[in-house]
């Protein structure tokens, strides 16, 4: 691992950071807001600055990759805001809403030097406005947020009492669910990623999983690994 690229500050993503305080060498990228989040709370001081460089990504421009000796890793991102919510942790209970600014919540396209396709990365979003939908061409592929099938299934499941649209999320099913929207998009491959444990598309026998596998989605798994050409 020579890289961290971070999309929102929600704990599931910025957990993971303090198991990779033992010394090991890394850049860490991510959008000035969560940076000053990572900044204002002091665990994350665990992280030696000797050995974790922290660099503010540029929303909407391709930008290099770069490894913990700075040597360019060949990797390209353009990160770009979506829709989301600003990580449950940091919401204000005095707040009038629960959305997030432009740098909470924000989507990446990977690709690599001289690549003819991209692979995009959406694990959080509540809503799908065709200017998002209109930066992916044919030959790209995406990860995008799969957390629940319906809008109630915390509540159904008796896991929760939030809403998908509550959590920042699109359900999968459903009018205006992320299958629904994503419609008539053509693309490489689709596939849903950071499903919730209670998402019945888990299962590969279960119904859910043949509803999205006809829709020409799939799910990701545990060392899935891709390439961009």
């Avoid at 991209?118 to 939908?133: Q, T």
């Avoid at 299934?153 to 099913?173: N, Q, V």
Wanted: net charge negative.
């Amino acid at each position: 691992m020579s890289s961290v690229l971070l999309t929102n500050a929600d704990v599931d993503h910025v957990a993971g950071l303090l198991s990779l305080r033992e010394g090991h060498p890394f850049t860490l990228y991510a959008t000035d807001r969560v940076l000053r989040v990572l900044q204002g709370n002091a665990i994350f001081n665990v992280l030696d600055r000797g050995s974790v460089e922290r660099l503010a990504l540029r929303l909407d421009q391709v930008q290099p990759v770069f490894d913990a000796q700075g040597c360019d890793t060949g990797v390209r991102i353009e990160p770009f805001a979506i829709p989301g919510k600003v990580a449950l942790w940091l919401e204000d209970p005095e707040a009038a809403g629960f959305g997030g600014g432009p740098e909470d919540t924000i989507g990446l396209a990977l690709g690599t030097t001289g690549s003819r396709c991209r692979l995009f990365y959406m694990p959080g979003c509540s809503a799908l406005p065709d200017a998002i939908k209109s930066r992916l061409a044919r030959g790209d592929s995406l990860l995008f947020d799969g957390t629940t099938f319906t809008e109630d299934e915390m509540i159904s499941s008796g896991a929760g009492s939030k809403t998908a649209s509550r959590m920042g999320h699109l359900p999968i099913s459903g009018a205006r669910g992320a299958v629904a929207q994503w419609e008539g998009v053509s693309l490489q491959r689709k596939l849903f990623i950071h499903m919730n444990n209670t998402n019945p598309v888990l299962l590969p026998d279960s119904k859910e999983r043949a509803f999205i596998r006809a829709a020409g989605w799939d799910t990701t798994y545990d060392g899935m690994e891709f390439c961009v050409e």
